[in-house]
């Protein structure tokens, strides 16, 4: 057993009594949103009828202490992923709007015809369109680091493609298809060397990888706090300071000014020049409640427990002699995301036979179309796992498996 | 009540493993893709229409269980109808999927359609047994706007 | 007395009970946010412990029934607001985005150098900067409707500044700062009348006015949830389905699009085209709460409450012979929000002193600098009222002002 | 404890009403502005350093009461005082002011500045007391950089 107490855990997650048609909840979507501890959703309550108030500039009570505890957890964020300034951590929406942040404000800055722009071959759309619509804006070039036959970066290729022609890097930490977790340090080292910034996309590696923004030394970090225990809305971007301080606004409104006559404004410092109108105050907070969550079972036991459930599912999935799994066999090189297909059967009848059985697990091209493409498969069903998950689970998940084979399988391909 | 008994009933599993009408007509007089972009289904409708009449109709599918069988059953009932008859059993069966008062029903003869009935609780396959019919209608439309071809 | 009972109502936020330092809270701060009834702090917990789920495309039972509840807010939403479509309603993360989003995706499609925006006097910071950036960057002209004595837009000026060069007219529904409720449907028949489009920032006037965007025939129309009764982290745009079709995503990524492939992307029908990445799920369900509670209500009975304690708190607050009321002083053309003046006294004083009597009021520019510099004052103390206001709430604001006076008045202007 | 016993008590009050030191210097050696930019509070600081020392300091400000108390203290504090003793006074108050643990005491020739430690419960308005003595610092910087003239 790993240093996880799951059993201990799973009594913190009021969700997972719940019973679906008389069955016993099985969540394996983890990775497209994790479920949320009661310390979490209470923080929400405490706020909410404790001390809801607009924050900065007030001056009653209420209004001081929301700004304390949402600023206080801009500090939470910045220990949790080792960054050297408070100031270097922006509130967002989610990983999507931080992404977008930075290809606009840091893309039209810096983005100009001819310059290339290196993805990999499976970026999550959200890594992708906001890229690809910068690139024709600009007349620049996207150039995508090809894939191994077990999901991994070729890094042969992308040493070359990587060039001085690159402005930017911009990387998934792990895929949410094949779980791979991709050499970010060494693509931060190749970006550099070529005067290149790199973006990663830490909306999968973040919530189960212990990630140190130093350590790595990317520029630009990008995640979602709803898939590491955290309330829906609330996103973080990380910035190097000279990088932030060189970027103009991306959206722009209250409390992200100093100055402002009728014609022009001045930005406020950072981290507010990023962060225009009433925030998610809420949301933030109970963020910071979700870091504490992780931060006292430790990283390290998160991806300990990972590792093996993982291990242990990769095995069992196999005995089913007709199942496809996409991404690497080992599970040391890899999160907690199993994408798969059983036999023909479609993946969304495959979700559908699971959620007979309480089990939820995703079915579809999971926000990766051009991935899809390349492993020629309309889509896939994909089980991910996180901190409250069990191997009777993964079990289950097998069991229902059997059960779509048994009636869905064995059909000539149409 | 669990899909396993429910929604992938006898009728619906038959029609999967056994679609009807399976296959392309090499001369049609309309042929029709149909995409649904959100789960990247794709259908090809080949339609025979003479005289008023479907004389044959024939599908290929890359799809889900419901979107196969769905397009299976639509062949069987809409071989020899005329396109007035084709149009109303598609509107028929279009308003059974769509209505949420459960106040549409069907006459005997398109029974086996009740099959389909339960994948109204699961609103993200309606568009799966929609597939096919969507792209009768626009075969149909193709059809009359060329009669003779 | 109103139609509204009061006394009921403030059992329904369980923040009012909350005292400071001993004394009961007086809440006076709702134009900066208002507070929360139980009915929507409930609905986070029922969310987060009954069906947490990420939205779209699932098919297991979380993801349908969390789909279920965030898209019926829509239909909530679209009724409220009287429009006619529920594609026409987009969920952004507040006012400010909302504003953005039109400024950014409508305005880089459709004003070109010489162009006129016409803004006005008394418009927010989030109403006002991001024209500014637009201006700037398309070489566009700001025009300015000015305000009379009384803290009115000057109609007769209006007239004159909306012109053949006017391509949108974005106005402030209410004033955050004189309360004054402005001529929308005027607005907009002007702005037809020149083939302009109208921008209506709701942010105030849709939380205190039925507001049918059919009848005052507005083209857009942004406000915020957290400014009634919802959580923070939720806006709403509506836009006229021609004009939101024909306009591009603002930000992209998973969900708001058909196909794509490494090149290019397809985007999706409305409103997901404008809904990015994974949402605020949770708030958005939360803000349905909201709307059904200001529904039972009644937004008649809403605004009559406020007028009469508006009209209470004029006359009430005149009775300090050294105070300076901003806006018109009939409480019939303005919504519940006060800013003032007392003696030549610091507006942060002023908020100071009401903090000490645990009464929560602003103090500063409200995000309206122009406006400020207009006015010929640093800023201004603003005290903002809503549905559980009460008239002794008033009284005691009146007592604080009256100590604020006696402690810090009557120094000679430095 | 409230405002009106604590942060305004006596002493604050006594300078806000009595500014010390208030109005402008003809000739200074060193004139420097300070804006708090998030609530407008604007101060006009002038200098008469000669020989290193203090000479004269006087202060216009359009600011709130703890603004207006802080700059009347500082200069009754600082007049007579070498650079490098004002400078010392200067690093003294800010280290008080922004320090979370309570562990810078006062000498007790600055005991007037312990009023203003009241403000530190408030931290949009640490900003307010600190205005004065950021643009001091600035003051004695532009003065030690020409000290001549
Ligand atoms: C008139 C007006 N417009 C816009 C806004 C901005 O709203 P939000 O901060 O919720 O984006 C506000 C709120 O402060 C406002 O009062
Ligand atoms: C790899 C990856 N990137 C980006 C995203 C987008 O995150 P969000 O939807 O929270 O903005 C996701 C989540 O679906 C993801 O898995």
Same mark, same amino acid.
């Given at each position: 057993m790993t240093k996880l107490n799951v059993e201990q855990i799973r009594k913190?997650? &009021?969700?997972?009594k719940r019973q679906v048609e008389g069955k016993q909840l099985v969540y394996l979507d983890n990775a497209a949103t994790s479920q949320k501890p009661k310390v979490v959703i209470d923080a929400l309550t405490e706020y909410y009828e404790g001390y809801n108030a607009n924050i900065h #500039? !007030?001056?009653h009570t209420l209004a001081e202490e929301a700004t304390d505890a949402y600023e206080s957890v801009r500090e939470t964020v910045r220990a949790f992923i080792d960054a050297? *300034? %408070? *100031?270097e951590i922006i509130f967002t929406s989610g990983t999507t709007e931080a992404i977008n942040l930075v290809a606009n404000s840091w893309g039209n800055a810096n983005i100009l015809p001819g310059d290339e722009i290196v993805l990999t071959a499976m970026e999550h759309h959200s890594n992708l369109i906001p890229w690809q619509r910068l690139a024709t804006e600009r007349s620049a070039k996207l150039v995508f680091i090809p894939i191994t036959?077990? !999901? /991994?970066?070729d890094m042969a290729e992308a040493k070359k493609l990587? %060039?001085? $022609?690159?402005k930017i890097v911009a990387v998934t /930490?792990?895929?949410?298809?094949? !779980?791979t977790i991709n050499p970010v340090k060494e693509l931060a080292q190749l970006a550099h060397a070529r005067g290149a910034v790199i973006l990663v996309? +830490?909306?999968?590696g973040v919530p189960h990888v212990k990630t140190s923004v130093r350590d790595l030394d990317v520029d630009f970090l990008a995640f979602s706090m709803h898939k590491m225990l955290g309330p829906t809305g609330v996103g973080i971007l990380y910035g190097k300071t000279e990088l932030l301080n060189a970027m103009p606004p991306f959206q722009s409104g209250g *409390?992200?000014?100093?100055t402002v006559s009728r014609e022009k404004a001045s930005w406020a410092e950072l &981290?507010? $020049?990023?962060?225009? !109108? %009433? #925030?998610n105050i809420a949301d933030v907070i109970a963020s910071g409640k979700a870091i504490e969550y992780l931060s006292a079972l430790g990283m390290e036991n998160v991806r300990e427990h990972e590792i093996e459930i993982t291990k242990y599912a990769l095995e069992k999935l196999s005995e089913l002699g007709d199942i496809t799994i996409f991404g &690497? $066999?080992?599970?040391?090189?890899? +999160?907690g995301v199993i994408a798969f297909n059983v036999d023909a059967i479609h993946a969304h009848d495959i979700g559908q036979i699971c959620a007979d059985a309480a089990i939820a697990v995703r079915a579809g091209h999971h926000c990766c179309q051009p991935l899809m493409r390349d492993l020629n498969v309309m889509g896939t069903a994909r089980a991910s796992f996180y901190i409250y998950n069990t191997k009777e689970e993964v079990d289950l998940l097998f069991e229902a498996l059997k059960e779509a084979d048994k009636v869905l399988g064995h059909v000539a391909v149409r | 009540m669990s899909l396993s008994d429910d929604l992938y009933r006898e009728t619906i599993l038959d029609h999967y493993h056994h679609p009807r009408n399976h296959g392309a007509i090499e001369h049609p007089t309309a042929q029709v893709e149909g995409v649904n972009p959100l789960c990247g289904d794709e259908l090809t409708l080949y339609l025979n229409v003479k005289d008023n009449k479907i004389e044959d109709v024939k599908l290929t599918a890359k799809g889900c269980s419901i979107n196969t069988a769905s397009g299976s059953m639509m062949s069987e009932l809409l071989l020899g109808k005329s396109i007035e008859e084709a149009n109303e059993i598609v509107d028929l069966f279009k308003r059974m999927m769509l209505d949420?008062?459960?106040?549409v029903e069907l006459p005997d003869e398109l029974?086996?359609?009740?099959?389909?009935?339960?994948?109204?609780?699961y609103p993200v396959r309606i568009k799966c047994a929609l597939l096919p019919w969507n792209t009768m209608l626009e075969g149909l439309g193709n059809t009359l706007k060329s009669p003779t071809t």
């Amino acid at each position: 057993m790993t240093k996880l107490n799951v059993e201990q855990i799973r009594k913190d997650f &009021p969700i997972l009594k719940r019973q679906v048609e008389g069955k016993q909840l099985v969540y394996l979507d983890n990775a497209a949103t994790s479920q949320k501890p009661k310390v979490v959703i209470d923080a929400l309550t405490e706020y909410y009828e404790g001390y809801n108030a607009n924050i900065h #500039r !007030g001056i009653h009570t209420l209004a001081e202490e929301a700004t304390d505890a949402y600023e206080s957890v801009r500090e939470t964020v910045r220990a949790f992923i080792d960054a050297e *300034h %408070t *100031h270097e951590i922006i509130f967002t929406s989610g990983t999507t709007e931080a992404i977008n942040l930075v290809a606009n404000s840091w893309g039209n800055a810096n983005i100009l015809p001819g310059d290339e722009i290196v993805l990999t071959a499976m970026e999550h759309h959200s890594n992708l369109i906001p890229w690809q619509r910068l690139a024709t804006e600009r007349s620049a070039k996207l150039v995508f680091i090809p894939i191994t036959e077990d !999901g /991994q970066l070729d890094m042969a290729e992308a040493k070359k493609l990587i %060039t001085d $022609k690159t402005k930017i890097v911009a990387v998934t /930490q792990m895929s949410n298809v094949f !779980g791979t977790i991709n050499p970010v340090k060494e693509l931060a080292q190749l970006a550099h060397a070529r005067g290149a910034v790199i973006l990663v996309d +830490g909306a999968q590696g973040v919530p189960h990888v212990k990630t140190s923004v130093r350590d790595l030394d990317v520029d630009f970090l990008a995640f979602s706090m709803h898939k590491m225990l955290g309330p829906t809305g609330v996103g973080i971007l990380y910035g190097k300071t000279e990088l932030l301080n060189a970027m103009p606004p991306f959206q722009s409104g209250g *409390h992200m000014i100093t100055t402002v006559s009728r014609e022009k404004a001045s930005w406020a410092e950072l &981290p507010w $020049k990023f962060e225009a !109108g %009433t #925030r998610n105050i809420a949301d933030v907070i109970a963020s910071g409640k979700a870091i504490e969550y992780l931060s006292a079972l430790g990283m390290e036991n998160v991806r300990e427990h990972e590792i093996e459930i993982t291990k242990y599912a990769l095995e069992k999935l196999s005995e089913l002699g007709d199942i496809t799994i996409f991404g &690497p $066999k080992d599970a040391t090189l890899r +999160g907690g995301v199993i994408a798969f297909n059983v036999d023909a059967i479609h993946a969304h009848d495959i979700g559908q036979i699971c959620a007979d059985a309480a089990i939820a697990v995703r079915a579809g091209h999971h926000c990766c179309q051009p991935l899809m493409r390349d492993l020629n498969v309309m889509g896939t069903a994909r089980a991910s796992f996180y901190i409250y998950n069990t191997k009777e689970e993964v079990d289950l998940l097998f069991e229902a498996l059997k059960e779509a084979d048994k009636v869905l399988g064995h059909v000539a391909v149409r | 009540m669990s899909l396993s008994d429910d929604l992938y009933r006898e009728t619906i599993l038959d029609h999967y493993h056994h679609p009807r009408n399976h296959g392309a007509i090499e001369h049609p007089t309309a042929q029709v893709e149909g995409v649904n972009p959100l789960c990247g289904d794709e259908l090809t409708l080949y339609l025979n229409v003479k005289d008023n009449k479907i004389e044959d109709v024939k599908l290929t599918a890359k799809g889900c269980s419901i979107n196969t069988a769905s397009g299976s059953m639509m062949s069987e009932l809409l071989l020899g109808k005329s396109i007035e008859e084709a149009n109303e059993i598609v509107d028929l069966f279009k308003r059974m999927m769509l209505d949420k008062n459960e106040e549409v029903e069907l006459p005997d003869e398109l029974e086996d359609l009740e099959a389909l009935r339960g994948v109204k609780k699961y609103p993200v396959r309606i568009k799966c047994a929609l597939l096919p019919w969507n792209t009768m209608l626009e075969g149909l439309g193709n059809t009359l706007k060329s009669p003779t071809t």
